[in-house]
Protein backbone atom coordinates (compact mmCIF):
# COMPACT_ATOMS: atom_id res chain seq x y z
CA UNK A 1 0.00 0.00 0.00
CA UNK A 2 1.61 3.49 -0.81
CA UNK A 3 1.45 6.87 1.07
CA UNK A 4 -2.04 7.97 1.20
CA UNK A 5 -3.63 11.57 1.11
CA UNK A 6 -6.83 10.67 2.86
CA UNK A 7 -9.94 13.74 1.82
CA UNK A 8 -12.88 12.71 3.18
CA UNK A 9 -12.60 15.40 5.94
CA UNK A 10 -11.13 18.25 3.91
CA UNK A 11 -13.96 20.24 2.18
CA UNK A 12 -15.87 20.29 5.91
CA UNK A 13 -16.82 23.71 8.30
CA UNK A 14 -16.86 26.74 6.05
CA UNK A 15 -15.62 24.60 2.54
CA UNK A 16 -17.23 22.73 0.33
CA UNK A 17 -16.74 21.09 -3.26
CA UNK A 18 -17.14 23.77 -5.01
CA UNK A 19 -14.59 25.52 -3.51
CA UNK A 20 -12.32 23.47 -5.85
CA UNK A 21 -13.32 25.42 -9.37
CA UNK A 22 -11.49 28.54 -8.43
CA UNK A 23 -8.55 26.70 -8.61
CA UNK A 24 -9.66 24.18 -11.55
CA UNK A 25 -10.48 27.28 -13.63
CA UNK A 26 -6.42 27.65 -13.46
CA UNK A 27 -5.16 24.22 -14.20
CA UNK A 28 -4.95 24.80 -17.51
CA UNK A 29 -2.28 27.78 -16.97
CA UNK A 30 -0.95 26.53 -14.19
CA UNK A 31 0.26 23.13 -16.48
CA UNK A 32 1.61 25.74 -18.52
CA UNK A 33 3.93 27.36 -16.01
CA UNK A 34 5.18 24.14 -14.88
CA UNK A 35 6.04 22.66 -18.08
CA UNK A 36 7.90 26.11 -18.78
CA UNK A 37 10.17 26.55 -15.59
CA UNK A 38 10.89 22.81 -15.30
CA UNK A 39 12.01 23.11 -19.02
CA UNK A 40 13.95 26.26 -18.67
CA UNK A 41 15.70 24.88 -14.83
CA UNK A 42 13.47 27.14 -12.72
CA UNK A 43 12.35 24.50 -10.61
CA UNK A 44 15.65 22.32 -10.02
CA UNK A 45 13.69 20.84 -6.66
CA UNK A 46 11.35 19.33 -8.90
CA UNK A 47 13.67 18.19 -12.03
CA UNK A 48 16.37 17.48 -9.45
CA UNK A 49 19.31 18.31 -12.25
CA UNK A 50 21.85 17.80 -10.00
CA UNK A 51 22.05 14.83 -8.92
CA UNK A 52 24.17 13.15 -10.82
CA UNK A 53 26.79 16.12 -10.16
CA UNK A 54 26.01 16.00 -6.64
CA UNK A 55 26.61 12.44 -6.22
CA UNK A 56 30.08 12.57 -7.92
CA UNK A 57 31.12 15.72 -5.65
CA UNK A 58 30.25 13.35 -2.59
CA UNK A 59 32.14 10.79 -3.32
CA UNK A 60 34.87 13.29 -3.05
CA UNK A 61 34.06 14.76 0.23
CA UNK A 62 32.64 12.24 2.20
CA UNK A 63 35.44 10.38 2.57
CA UNK A 64 37.40 13.00 3.66
CA UNK A 65 35.20 13.84 6.28
CA UNK A 66 33.65 10.28 7.51
CA UNK A 67 36.56 9.99 10.31
CA UNK A 68 35.35 13.17 12.70
CA UNK A 69 33.49 12.27 15.04
CA UNK A 70 31.36 15.89 14.83
CA UNK A 71 29.99 17.38 12.64
CA UNK A 72 29.11 21.37 13.34
CA UNK A 73 26.65 22.70 11.03
CA UNK A 74 26.65 26.66 10.35
CA UNK A 75 23.54 27.82 8.41
CA UNK A 76 20.35 28.99 9.23
CA UNK A 77 16.82 29.05 7.67
CA UNK A 78 16.34 26.17 4.43
CA UNK A 79 20.44 25.95 5.51
CA UNK A 80 19.59 24.23 8.55
CA UNK A 81 16.17 23.31 8.97
CA UNK A 82 16.14 20.00 6.33
CA UNK A 83 19.17 18.87 7.94
CA UNK A 84 18.15 18.67 11.27
CA UNK A 85 14.42 17.52 10.44
CA UNK A 86 16.48 14.23 8.70
CA UNK A 87 18.79 13.80 11.25
CA UNK A 88 16.30 13.83 14.01
CA UNK A 89 14.01 11.20 11.85
CA UNK A 90 16.96 8.54 10.81
CA UNK A 91 19.90 9.78 13.25
CA UNK A 92 18.63 10.36 16.87
CA UNK A 93 21.17 8.23 18.52
CA UNK A 94 23.23 11.66 19.52
CA UNK A 95 20.12 12.79 21.77
CA UNK A 96 20.55 9.49 23.76
CA UNK A 97 22.47 8.92 27.05
CA UNK A 98 25.98 7.28 26.15
CA UNK A 99 26.25 7.83 22.47
CA UNK A 100 29.15 6.67 20.81
CA UNK A 101 28.62 7.42 16.98
CA UNK A 102 28.65 10.63 14.95
CA UNK A 103 26.54 13.88 15.74
CA UNK A 104 25.48 16.55 13.79
CA UNK A 105 25.35 19.75 15.58
CA UNK A 106 23.09 22.16 14.08
CA UNK A 107 24.19 26.12 15.41
CA UNK A 108 21.22 28.63 13.80
CA UNK A 109 21.15 31.39 15.88
CA UNK A 110 23.08 34.17 16.89
CA UNK A 111 23.46 32.77 20.03
CA UNK A 112 26.89 34.19 21.78
CA UNK A 113 26.70 31.25 24.81
CA UNK A 114 25.20 28.39 22.79
CA UNK A 115 28.39 28.49 20.47
CA UNK A 116 30.36 28.97 23.72
CA UNK A 117 29.20 26.20 25.06
CA UNK A 118 29.69 24.29 22.03
CA UNK A 119 33.40 25.23 21.00
CA UNK A 120 34.06 24.52 24.63
CA UNK A 121 32.69 20.97 24.32
CA UNK A 122 33.94 20.34 20.95
CA UNK A 123 37.33 19.09 20.71
CA UNK A 124 38.67 20.45 17.10
CA UNK A 125 40.69 17.60 16.39
CA UNK A 126 37.30 15.92 16.16
CA UNK A 127 35.34 18.04 14.54
CA UNK A 128 34.37 18.78 10.90
CA UNK A 129 32.76 22.12 10.51
CA UNK A 130 30.44 22.61 7.44
CA UNK A 131 29.68 26.34 6.66
CA UNK A 132 26.16 26.55 4.51
CA UNK A 133 24.86 29.94 2.89
CA UNK A 134 23.39 29.60 -0.55
CA UNK A 135 24.20 33.37 -1.36
CA UNK A 136 27.07 32.92 0.86
CA UNK A 137 26.67 36.25 3.02
CA UNK A 138 24.06 35.44 5.00
CA UNK A 139 25.56 37.41 8.04
CA UNK A 140 24.55 35.04 10.82
CA UNK A 141 26.49 32.08 9.08
CA UNK A 142 29.16 34.35 7.90
CA UNK A 143 29.83 35.86 11.60
CA UNK A 144 29.66 31.86 13.14
CA UNK A 145 32.14 31.07 10.06
CA UNK A 146 34.58 33.94 11.29
CA UNK A 147 34.39 32.84 14.69
CA UNK A 148 34.68 29.35 14.19
CA UNK A 149 37.45 29.51 11.43
CA UNK A 150 39.70 30.89 14.19
CA UNK A 151 38.88 28.44 16.47
CA UNK A 152 39.94 25.66 14.22
CA UNK A 153 43.08 27.36 13.30
CA UNK A 154 43.85 28.08 16.79
CA UNK A 155 43.90 24.69 17.37
CA UNK A 156 45.09 23.73 13.86
CA UNK A 157 47.26 25.83 12.33
CA UNK A 158 47.18 25.57 8.30
CA UNK A 159 45.54 22.39 8.92
CA UNK A 160 42.30 24.40 9.34
CA UNK A 161 41.71 24.14 5.99
CA UNK A 162 41.21 20.39 6.15
CA UNK A 163 38.02 20.32 8.73
CA UNK A 164 36.80 23.13 6.68
CA UNK A 165 33.83 22.07 4.20
CA UNK A 166 31.90 25.21 2.45
CA UNK A 167 28.15 24.64 1.08
CA UNK A 168 27.07 27.38 -1.30
CA UNK A 169 26.87 28.60 -5.15
CA UNK A 170 29.18 27.08 -7.39
CA UNK A 171 30.10 31.12 -8.64
CA UNK A 172 28.96 33.85 -6.63
CA UNK A 173 29.60 34.37 -2.96
CA UNK A 174 32.14 35.33 0.00
CA UNK A 175 32.17 31.70 0.92
CA UNK A 176 32.42 30.24 -2.78
CA UNK A 177 35.30 33.29 -2.62
CA UNK A 178 36.94 31.53 0.36
CA UNK A 179 36.33 28.23 -0.64
CA UNK A 180 38.14 29.38 -4.24
CA UNK A 181 41.34 30.90 -2.05
CA UNK A 182 41.99 28.30 0.68
CA UNK A 183 41.35 25.12 -1.45
CA UNK A 184 38.91 24.10 0.75
CA UNK A 185 36.27 21.46 0.09
CA UNK A 186 32.83 21.99 -0.90
CA UNK A 187 29.69 21.33 -2.69
CA UNK A 188 27.38 23.45 -4.95
CA UNK A 189 23.87 24.78 -3.94
CA UNK A 190 22.18 24.50 -7.45
CA UNK A 191 21.41 27.24 -9.81
CA UNK A 192 17.31 28.55 -8.48
CA UNK A 193 16.99 26.20 -5.35
CA UNK A 194 16.61 28.24 -2.94
CA UNK A 195 17.02 27.23 0.69
CA UNK A 196 13.71 26.17 1.85
CA UNK A 197 13.26 23.72 -1.23
CA UNK A 198 17.08 23.08 -1.59
CA UNK A 199 17.15 20.08 1.63
CA UNK A 200 17.30 17.62 -0.83
CA UNK A 201 20.39 18.92 -2.57
CA UNK A 202 23.94 18.92 -0.60
CA UNK A 203 22.53 21.04 1.81
CA UNK A 204 20.57 18.44 3.77
CA UNK A 205 22.20 15.47 2.21
CA UNK A 206 25.90 16.45 3.11
CA UNK A 207 25.12 16.09 6.74
CA UNK A 208 22.93 12.93 6.51
CA UNK A 209 25.27 10.95 4.30
CA UNK A 210 27.88 11.24 7.03
CA UNK A 211 25.57 10.08 9.64
CA UNK A 212 24.73 7.10 7.18
CA UNK A 213 20.95 7.70 6.37
CA UNK A 214 20.79 6.54 3.38
CA UNK A 215 20.12 9.86 1.32
CA UNK A 216 20.06 8.22 -2.25
CA UNK A 217 16.24 6.44 -0.67
CA UNK A 218 15.54 10.12 0.27
CA UNK A 219 16.12 11.48 -3.51
CA UNK A 220 14.38 8.27 -5.08
CA UNK A 221 11.76 9.07 -2.57
CA UNK A 222 11.32 12.22 -3.22
CA UNK A 223 11.48 11.79 -7.28
CA UNK A 224 8.85 9.39 -7.15
CA UNK A 225 6.43 12.55 -5.82
CA UNK A 226 7.90 14.64 -8.68
CA UNK A 227 8.52 12.72 -11.69
CA UNK A 228 4.50 12.72 -12.71
CA UNK A 229 5.05 16.79 -12.65
CA UNK A 230 8.61 16.74 -14.44
CA UNK A 231 7.36 14.13 -17.06
CA UNK A 232 3.56 14.42 -17.63
CA UNK A 233 1.73 17.87 -16.61
CA UNK A 234 -0.78 16.59 -18.57
CA UNK A 235 -2.20 14.81 -14.95
CA UNK A 236 -1.90 18.07 -12.74
CA UNK A 237 -5.36 17.48 -12.17
CA UNK A 238 -4.72 14.18 -10.52
CA UNK A 239 -1.91 15.25 -8.56
CA UNK A 240 -1.85 14.92 -4.44
CA UNK A 241 0.16 18.48 -4.74
CA UNK A 242 -2.63 20.30 -6.76
CA UNK A 243 -4.81 18.57 -4.33
CA UNK A 244 -3.69 20.04 -1.44
CA UNK A 245 -2.85 23.04 -3.22
CA UNK A 246 -6.56 24.03 -4.21
CA UNK A 247 -7.64 22.97 -0.96
CA UNK A 248 -4.84 25.40 1.08
CA UNK A 249 -5.81 28.12 -1.45
CA UNK A 250 -9.91 27.31 -1.08
CA UNK A 251 -8.97 27.45 2.62
CA UNK A 252 -7.49 30.73 2.47
CA UNK A 253 -10.35 32.43 0.28
CA UNK A 254 -12.78 31.21 3.27
CA UNK A 255 -10.67 33.19 5.60
CA UNK A 256 -8.53 30.24 7.48
CA UNK A 257 -5.46 32.06 8.76
CA UNK A 258 -4.17 29.58 10.01
CA UNK A 259 -2.61 25.79 8.93
CA UNK A 260 -1.44 23.32 11.71
CA UNK A 261 1.11 20.57 11.01
CA UNK A 262 0.19 18.32 13.10
CA UNK A 263 2.67 15.25 13.05
CA UNK A 264 1.59 12.08 15.05
CA UNK A 265 5.10 10.33 13.84
CA UNK A 266 7.28 11.41 16.91
CA UNK A 267 10.69 10.83 15.29
CA UNK A 268 9.43 13.39 12.35
CA UNK A 269 8.64 16.05 14.91
CA UNK A 270 11.27 18.53 13.28
CA UNK A 271 9.23 18.38 9.76
CA UNK A 272 6.92 20.92 11.83
CA UNK A 273 9.58 23.87 11.79
CA UNK A 274 11.01 22.58 8.49
CA UNK A 275 7.48 22.77 6.99
CA UNK A 276 6.37 25.81 8.49
CA UNK A 277 9.73 28.13 6.98
CA UNK A 278 8.58 26.47 4.16
CA UNK A 279 4.86 27.56 4.03
CA UNK A 280 5.60 30.60 5.46
CA UNK A 281 8.69 32.20 3.48
CA UNK A 282 6.82 31.11 0.55
CA UNK A 283 3.63 32.01 0.69
CA UNK A 284 3.35 35.48 3.29
CA UNK A 285 3.55 37.74 0.85
CA UNK A 286 0.94 40.45 -0.48
CA UNK A 287 -1.48 40.32 2.87
CA UNK A 288 -1.72 37.02 1.73
CA UNK A 289 -0.99 33.66 2.93
CA UNK A 290 -1.88 31.19 5.70
CA UNK A 291 0.19 31.22 8.94
CA UNK A 292 1.43 27.61 9.76
CA UNK A 293 1.71 25.91 13.27
CA UNK A 294 3.95 23.08 13.63
CA UNK A 295 2.40 20.56 16.04
CA UNK A 296 3.83 17.18 17.32
CA UNK A 297 1.28 14.26 18.72
CA UNK A 298 0.91 14.06 21.50
CA UNK A 299 3.06 16.11 22.99
CA UNK A 300 1.30 19.21 21.99
CA UNK A 301 -2.42 17.44 23.45
CA UNK A 302 -1.31 18.80 26.16
CA UNK A 303 -0.36 22.27 25.07
CA UNK A 304 -1.53 24.09 21.78
CA UNK A 305 -4.21 21.89 20.78
CA UNK A 306 -6.89 23.98 23.57
CA UNK A 307 -6.70 26.70 20.96
CA UNK A 308 -7.06 24.15 17.65
CA UNK A 309 -10.07 22.99 19.48
CA UNK A 310 -12.18 25.93 20.82
CA UNK A 311 -10.07 28.91 19.79
CA UNK A 312 -11.27 31.03 16.70
CA UNK A 313 -12.42 28.94 13.77
CA UNK A 314 -9.66 30.23 11.71
CA UNK A 315 -7.76 26.81 11.19
CA UNK A 316 -7.06 23.86 8.76
CA UNK A 317 -4.82 20.99 9.48
CA UNK A 318 -2.51 18.62 7.91
CA UNK A 319 -2.71 15.55 9.97
CA UNK A 320 0.42 13.63 9.75
CA UNK A 321 0.39 9.30 10.41
CA UNK A 322 1.86 6.27 9.99
CA UNK A 323 0.55 2.87 9.54
CA UNK A 324 3.42 1.16 10.27
CA UNK A 325 4.35 2.87 13.39
CA UNK A 326 7.08 0.88 16.10
CA UNK A 327 4.93 -0.80 18.60
CA UNK A 328 7.64 -0.94 21.05
CA UNK A 329 7.58 -2.46 24.01
CA UNK A 330 4.07 -4.32 25.82
CA UNK A 331 2.33 -3.27 28.68
CA UNK A 332 2.86 -6.17 31.55
CA UNK A 333 -0.87 -8.03 32.41
CA UNK A 334 -0.08 -6.81 36.09
CA UNK A 335 -1.15 -3.41 35.32
CA UNK A 336 -4.10 -1.55 38.26
CA UNK A 337 -7.34 -2.44 37.56
CA UNK A 338 -8.13 1.34 36.77
CA UNK A 339 -5.60 0.61 33.59
CA UNK A 340 -6.52 -2.80 32.54
CA UNK A 341 -7.34 -2.42 29.24
CA UNK A 342 -3.54 -1.36 28.64
CA UNK A 343 -2.58 -4.83 29.64
CA UNK A 344 -0.53 -6.90 27.10
CA UNK A 345 -1.20 -3.79 24.22
CA UNK A 346 1.95 -2.32 22.91
CA UNK A 347 3.20 1.11 24.07
CA UNK A 348 2.10 2.69 19.94
CA UNK A 349 -1.53 1.69 20.70
CA UNK A 350 -0.99 4.50 22.70
CA UNK A 351 -0.49 6.70 20.21
CA UNK A 352 -2.62 5.50 17.58
CA UNK A 353 -5.64 5.58 19.75
CA UNK A 354 -4.72 9.25 20.57
CA UNK A 355 -3.85 10.19 17.19
CA UNK A 356 -7.30 8.82 16.36
CA UNK A 357 -8.96 10.83 19.02
CA UNK A 358 -7.67 13.84 17.96
CA UNK A 359 -8.32 14.11 14.49
CA UNK A 360 -11.82 13.12 15.57
CA UNK A 361 -12.06 15.70 17.88
CA UNK A 362 -11.07 18.42 15.08
CA UNK A 363 -13.34 17.34 12.72
CA UNK A 364 -15.95 17.56 15.50
CA UNK A 365 -14.39 21.30 16.09
CA UNK A 366 -15.45 22.20 12.61
CA UNK A 367 -11.29 21.85 11.55
CA UNK A 368 -10.72 20.93 7.45
CA UNK A 369 -8.35 18.11 7.90
CA UNK A 370 -6.38 16.57 5.67
CA UNK A 371 -4.35 13.30 6.76
CA UNK A 372 -0.95 12.67 5.18
CA UNK A 373 -0.92 8.78 5.97
CA UNK A 374 2.54 7.23 5.19
CA UNK A 375 3.59 3.63 4.35
CA UNK A 376 6.51 4.07 7.02
CA UNK A 377 8.79 6.32 8.46
CA UNK A 378 12.05 5.42 6.31
CA UNK A 379 13.60 7.92 4.46
CA UNK A 380 12.29 7.12 0.83
CA UNK A 381 8.80 7.92 2.51
CA UNK A 382 9.94 11.46 4.37
CA UNK A 383 11.59 11.84 0.93
CA UNK A 384 8.21 11.83 -1.08
CA UNK A 385 5.94 13.54 1.99
CA UNK A 386 9.13 16.72 1.06
CA UNK A 387 8.66 16.87 -2.17
CA UNK A 388 4.91 16.80 -2.27
CA UNK A 389 4.76 19.53 0.49
CA UNK A 390 7.49 21.42 -1.56
CA UNK A 391 5.51 21.17 -4.99
CA UNK A 392 2.28 21.57 -3.10
CA UNK A 393 4.14 25.16 -2.07
CA UNK A 394 4.82 26.36 -4.91
CA UNK A 395 1.37 25.20 -6.60
CA UNK A 396 -0.34 27.23 -4.04
CA UNK A 397 1.73 30.08 -4.67
CA UNK A 398 0.97 30.03 -8.04
CA UNK A 399 -2.58 29.85 -7.17
CA UNK A 400 -2.37 32.81 -4.76
CA UNK A 401 -0.95 34.99 -7.59
CA UNK A 402 2.46 35.39 -5.74
CA UNK A 403 6.00 34.35 -6.21
CA UNK A 404 6.68 31.69 -3.80
CA UNK A 405 10.26 31.14 -4.50
CA UNK A 406 11.40 34.55 -3.37
CA UNK A 407 11.14 36.75 0.39
CA UNK A 408 11.53 40.16 -0.39
CA UNK A 409 9.95 41.33 3.38
CA UNK A 410 12.38 39.68 5.27
CA UNK A 411 15.01 41.40 3.50
CA UNK A 412 14.43 44.81 5.64
CA UNK A 413 15.18 43.60 9.09
CA UNK A 414 18.40 42.56 7.36
CA UNK A 415 19.25 45.63 6.09
CA UNK A 416 18.39 47.69 9.37
CA UNK A 417 20.76 45.37 11.08
CA UNK A 418 23.15 45.76 8.75
CA UNK A 419 22.78 49.96 9.57
CA UNK A 420 22.60 49.69 13.23
CA UNK A 421 26.29 47.23 12.92
CA UNK A 422 27.74 50.54 10.92
CA UNK A 423 27.96 48.87 7.27
CA UNK A 424 28.56 51.28 4.23
CA UNK A 425 25.25 51.50 2.15
CA UNK A 426 22.52 51.79 3.94
CA UNK A 427 22.33 56.31 4.11
CA UNK A 428 18.43 55.64 3.99
CA UNK A 429 18.30 52.63 6.98
CA UNK A 430 20.68 54.83 9.34
CA UNK A 431 17.71 57.37 8.98
CA UNK A 432 14.79 55.37 9.70
CA UNK A 433 16.69 53.77 12.39
CA UNK A 434 17.36 56.98 14.26
CA UNK A 435 13.56 58.24 13.51
CA UNK A 436 12.45 54.60 14.84
CA UNK A 437 14.91 55.30 18.09
CA UNK A 438 13.93 58.87 18.70
CA UNK A 439 10.28 57.95 19.25
CA UNK A 440 9.88 58.62 23.38
CA UNK A 441 10.07 55.50 25.18
CA UNK A 442 6.95 54.32 27.47
CA UNK A 443 8.62 51.80 30.24
CA UNK A 444 7.04 49.75 32.68
CA UNK A 445 9.05 47.86 35.26
CA UNK A 446 7.60 44.54 36.54
O1 LIG B 1 14.56 29.65 2.51
C1 LIG B 1 15.30 30.58 2.31
O2 LIG B 1 15.57 31.02 1.18
C2 LIG B 1 15.98 31.27 3.48
O3 LIG B 1 15.45 30.83 4.69
C3 LIG B 1 17.47 30.98 3.45
O4 LIG B 1 17.67 29.60 3.50
C4 LIG B 1 18.18 31.64 4.62
O5 LIG B 1 17.91 33.01 4.63
C5 LIG B 1 19.67 31.40 4.54
O6 LIG B 1 20.14 31.85 3.33
P1 LIG B 1 21.54 31.40 2.78
O7 LIG B 1 21.47 29.94 2.51
O8 LIG B 1 21.74 32.21 1.55
O9 LIG B 1 22.54 31.72 3.84
Partial sequence: MANLLEWSRAYTGRLDEADKSKSA???????????????????????????AKFEADLAQVLPKITNFKHMLL??????????????????PGQDLPNHQGKSVWVMDNVAAGQLEAML?????????????????????????YFLVKDWLKAALGENWT???????????????????THNLPSLEVPD?????????????????????????????????VAKPLVD??????????????????ALMDKNYSQLIFFSYIPQWAMYGPWFCQLWAESLGKEGQGSQPVPATGVTDQHSINQMFLDGQRDKGCIFVTCRKLQSGRNF???????????RG??????????????????????????????????????????????AATVLTGWLMGINPIDQPAVELGKRLANAKLGATGYTKEEADLKAFLSVARQEQAF
Fill in 25 to 51: SKLAAIEERLKTEVATGLLPFLSMPYR
Fill in 162 to 180: KQMVLITDAVKGYLREEAN
Fill in 332 to 342: GQDLPEKWSYL
Fill in 120 to 144: AALDPKDTVVVAISKSGGTIETISQ
Fill in 345 to 390: KPFANLLEAEGLGTQMALCSSGVPLVNIDMEDTGPAQAGAMMMLLE
Fill in 232 to 249: DVKNLANHPSFALATWAK
Fill in 74 to 91: LGIGGSALGCRAIQTAFA
Fill in 192 to 224: NLGGRYSALSAVGLLPAAYLGIDHKALLDGAYQ
